[in-house]
């Protein structure tokens, strides 16, 4: 086996575990979604709804720079 050959391989490992861990974070998210109670559209949308309340939270910051780069000008 050549070096080549041995980093292609520790890369496809790292790349493998890596997307295995992403999956079963975003299982246990969505099981998290699902069997929560306070917001309905976290349970019917999971992944919208994340999306979401995402903006919800950077909303002020955004605003607050598209509102003062309309007045500057």
């Known amino acids: 086996m050549t070096l080549l050959t041995i980093?292609?391989?520790i890369v496809?490992?790292?790349l493998v575990?890596?997307?295995i861990s992403i999956l079963i974070i975003g299982?246990?998210?969505?099981?998290?979604d699902k069997r929560q109670k306070q917001?309905?559209?976290?349970?019917?949308?999971?992944?919208l709804a994340r999306v979401r309340y995402f903006f919800e939270?950077?909303?002020?910051?955004?605003?607050?720079y598209f509102i003062f780069t309309r007045y500057k000008r």
């Open 7 to 9: 980093l292609q391989f």
């Open 12 to 14: 496809n490992i790292i």
């Open 17 to 19: 575990l890596f997307l």
């Open 27 to 32: 299982g246990l998210l969505l099981f998290k």
């Open 39 to 47: 917001h309905s559209v976290l349970r019917n949308y999971p992944l």
């Open 57 to 64: 939270k950077i909303g002020p910051e955004m605003r607050q």
